[in-house]
């Protein structure tokens, strides 16, 4: 059987270590409010020409959207 002074351990090891995690967890809180303007972007995009095609893959997915209506013909 527990004695007197186990179950008094156990209790304050308990309240401690839920006190220890809710000032972690309210530390965390603070951190993640901070304003979002503070970040930055550290990669700049690459410059996109207006008359390149925006898919590297253009031509096969014109080749699939013209399989589409030739079999669409036949149904």
């Given at each position: 059987?527990?004695?007197?002074?186990?179950?008094?351990?156990?209790?304050?090891?308990?309240?401690?270590?839920?006190?220890?995690?809710?000032?972690?967890?309210?530390?965390?809180?603070?951190?993640?409010?901070?304003?979002p303007a503070?970040?930055?972007?550290?990669?700049?995009?690459?410059?996109?020409?207006?008359?390149?095609?925006?898919?590297?893959?253009?031509?096969?997915?014109d080749k699939?959207?013209?399989?589409?209506?030739?079999?669409e013909c036949?149904?």
């Amino acid at each position: 059987m527990i004695g007197s002074s186990d179950v008094l351990v156990l209790t304050v090891g308990s309240v401690l270590s839920l006190s220890l995690l809710s000032v972690l967890c309210l530390r965390c809180k603070k951190k993640s409010n901070q304003n979002p303007a503070v970040y930055a972007n550290v990669i700049s995009s690459l410059p996109i020409k207006e008359d390149e095609d925006d898919y590297e893959n253009s031509d096969f997915l014109d080749k699939i959207v013209e399989e589409e209506e030739d079999s669409e013909c036949y149904h």
